[in-house]
């Protein structure tokens, strides 16, 4: 059963994934910097500590027609840090081009 905050109809109807980490027990994934970094950016994560949930997700990569997106991915990234990272790549090309313009090299 996914928890409350995953099934409320506000904002997170809109979302597109559902965060998620499995481990052997609440307290070890709880405590994860991988949880820390996600829930810093208001995200929730669905703790999966059984050992069937292992199974689960590799077989399921949706639910209810959201993502499952493991926090401990290599990779994986909320949709405000992929945001953030999409805007100073814009400034930087932004910056670039002013300096060309000017006849400044680029750094």
């Known amino acids: 059963d996914l928890p409350e905050g995953l099934r409320q109809p506000d904002e ?6 559902i965060y998620y980490i ?3 027990n609440r307290d070890t994934v709880k405590n994860s910097a991988f949880v820390e970094r ?3 950016h ?5 703790y999966m500590t059984e050992p069937i949930d292992e199974y689960c997700v590799q077989q399921l990569k949706e639910y ?4 499952l997106v493991s926090v401990t991915k ?7 840090t992929r945001k953030r990272r999409r805007s100073s790549r814009k400034t930087r090309n932004l910056r670039g081009s002013l300096q060309d313009h000017e006849g400044h090299p680029r750094q």
Not at 12 to 17: I, L, N, S, V, W
Not at 64 to 67: L, T, Y
Request: with cysteine; glycine share 14%.
């Open 64 to 67: 209810d027609g959201k993502n």
């Open 74 to 80: 290599e990779g994986a990234s909320c949709p405000r």
């Open 22 to 24: 499995t481990g052997e």
């Open 38 to 40: 996600v829930k810093k």
């Open 12 to 17: 997170r109807k809109t979302r597109k994934d």
């Open 42 to 46: 208001g995200y929730e994560v669905l």
